[in-house]
């Protein structure tokens, strides 16, 4: 069972989670920890803390994050880094929230490994999508959009 802790800059993490929940309904291992402005990494750091007191001893945790090298995710790695049972997963989008959120019942490196693996396939373009339908179409013969 893995919990996971998310934070991102402002309102993005309780905006993801927001999302999250109107598609998945709640659920009580996912934890947001917002990072507002005037608050640092130490802050930060204070309120994982409290989140990592709440749970059993060497539970699976891990960290959905923003940015890679932002405060979120600097705070993380000073609560990660010789734990292997904790790691930190940085670019979450709702995608992401969602497939992680869909396996929790798992283990951390099944969870991780899977977001490594469809993290490219989280962000789509239009005009590449577009482009790939009128090839397909013409090669086909057919109309496109």
Known sequence: MVTIILS????????????????????????????????????????????????????EVLFLVDLFGGSPYNAATQLVYGHTERDIVAGVNLPMLLEAGSMLAGSLS??????????????RVFSDEIKSVNTTASDEGGDTL
């Open 8 to 59: 991102g800059h402002g309102q993005a993490a309780p905006g993801l989670l927001s999302a999250f929940e109107m598609i998945f309904g709640h659920s009580d291992q996912i934890h947001v920890v917002t990072f507002s402005k005037g608050e640092g990494v130490d802050d930060l750091k204070a309120h994982y803390q409290t989140v990592l007191g709440t749970l059993a001893p060497g539970s």
């Open 110 to 123: 099944a969870i991780v490994s899977h977001l490594k693996e469809i993290a490219p396939g989280t962000v």
